[in-house]
């Protein structure tokens, strides 16, 4: 049966893989509670913040840490616990593990080891921003954490620019502030950023503002700073799509210096890709003749 949790037994000798809620502790699966509930143990990226999430829903299964630092360690464990029949359930702290969260390297081991990998899935930052952000482009890159040094943050920012779809990352309050500056001065002014803050908990706040006007936005209120981001970016204008303002600045430079000047200063003063600025001056000057 494939549309009945209570007809979905527990199997001996698997992982089961459970994503555990971002914040609202109702955010879990009928079967992700039976699963936590019938298995021999729960391998934890924290135990004690998972034991809060267990006993709100009275499960008494035992439970142990893996983390990242424990990781390779724990996963022998874990395989020592299938091969003597048990069944375990592996969680993170908050959405589904192994995204942005310890678990995959666990995860191989088991499954070269030969035992079966089960998915409960369930809550995620990402997909629940994206799901209520309302950015309408077909596809979409999951960047998850940028480096947290700037000029290494920089250059993977640059790398993503042209990606024809919207790019989701996650982000901590305390380099907010630096990603959004970063993001608003290297990628395209008029592409929309959604700022989805504490998702599922008290103060979860969505905004969608112009890429330009968001650090004045952030700026506007400390409270914006505080808590978890998950930051989505839509995908880069058409080539065709230049603001006004950078067609403006186009056509004066256009009037003063050669063509390719002018489009070079007009891509460094608008921040337009040049390509889209030559298209558009080759197409004036055709009007032109
Ligand atoms: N495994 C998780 C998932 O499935 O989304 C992600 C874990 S990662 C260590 C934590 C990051 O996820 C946070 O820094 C934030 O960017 C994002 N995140 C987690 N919970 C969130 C929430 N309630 N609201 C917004 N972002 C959240």
Not at 96 to 120: E, F, H, K, N, Q
Not at 180 to 190: F, N, R, V, Y
Request: net charge negative; charged share 20%.
């Amino acid at each position: 049966m494939q549309d009945g949790h209570e007809e979905d037994p527990i199997k001996t000798s698997a992982l089961y893989v459970v994503a555990t809620p971002l914040g609202n502790l109702g955010d879990i699966t009928l079967r992700a509670l039976d699963v936590l509930r019938g298995v021999d143990a729960i391998a934890c990226e924290d135990t004690r913040h998972t034991r809060r999430l267990l006993d709100h829903h009275a499960i008494r299964t035992p439970a142990f840490a893996l983390h990242e630092h424990n990781e390779a360690a724990a996963a022998q464990k874990l395989i020592a616990m299938l091969a003597a029949g048990k069944r375990v359930a592996l969680v993170s702290d908050a959405g589904t593990p192994c995204v942005s969260d310890p678990g995959a390297r666990a995860v191989a081991a088991v499954r070269a080891a030969g035992y079966p990998v089960i998915p409960l899935p369930g809550p995620n930052a990402a997909i629940a921003a994206l799901s209520a952000g309302g950015l309408a482009d077909p596809h979409f890159l999951f960047v998850g954490f940028l480096p947290s040094k700037g000029m290494a943050r920089r250059q993977q920012i640059e790398s993503l620019k042209s990606i024809p779809a919207s790019l989701v990352f996650y982000e901590a309050p305390h380099r907010i502030v630096a990603t959004i500056a970063d993001l608003a001065e290297l990628l395209e002014p008029q592409r929309t950023l959604v700022i989805a803050r504490e998702l599922t908990k008290l103060f979860e706040q969505i905004a969608s503002v112009p890429l330009a006007d968001a650090p004045a936005w952030l700026a506007a209120d400390p409270n914006r700073q505080r808590g978890e981001f998950v930051l989505l970016v839509s995908a880069p204008p058409p080539a065709d799509d230049l603001p006004a303002e950078a067609m403006r600045t186009l056509k004066l430079l256009l009037a003063e210096l050669p063509l390719k000047q002018a489009v070079k200063l007009a891509a460094e003063i608008s921040g337009q890709p040049k390509n889209a600025l030559y298209e558009q001056a080759l197409l004036w000057k055709d009007e032109k003749l």
